[in-house]
């Protein structure tokens, strides 16, 4: 089995800056490509931005030049950096861990952008 827990959510005004954590642990062998997805109330969950197990990164259009993925050397643990966060980013973020087998997520963290 693989967990994947995120922290880091939280309530920021416009503008502000939120930096999100997922830990991934469990039978997991290597370091496997993850990313970070987000699901607002109504709306399909939508990509936030991915990064591969040799680092290279993808991002959605709409979070370009403000949200910065990372991941520690060696590790299935990524970063999420978010600045000049405005309202519509307010969801829920969710992690994801794509093996040979299948996709995990993680039970999501709330990020509240509101004045």
């Known amino acids: 089995q693989v967990q994947l827990v995120e922290s880091g959510g939280d309530l920021a005004q416009p503008g502000g800056s939120l930096r999100l954590s997922c830990a991934a642990s469990?039978?997991?062998?290597?370091?496997?490509?993850m990313g970070w997805y987000r699901q607002a109330p109504g709306k399909q969950r939508e990509l936030v931005a991915t990064?591969?197990?040799?680092?290279?990164?993808n991002y959605a259009e709409s979070v370009k030049g403000r949200f910065t993925i990372s991941r520690e050397n060696g590790k299935n643990i990524v970063y999420l950096q978010m600045n000049s966060l405005k309202p519509e980013d307010t969801a829920v973020y969710l992690c994801?861990?794509?093996?040979?087998?299948?996709?995990?997520w993680g039970q999501g963290t709330q990020v509240t952008v509101s004045s």
């Open positions: 994801n861990l794509i093996t040979t087998l299948r996709s995990y």
């Open positions: 990064i591969t197990g040799g680092g290279l990164t």
């Open positions: 469990g039978s997991i062998f290597g370091i496997k490509p």
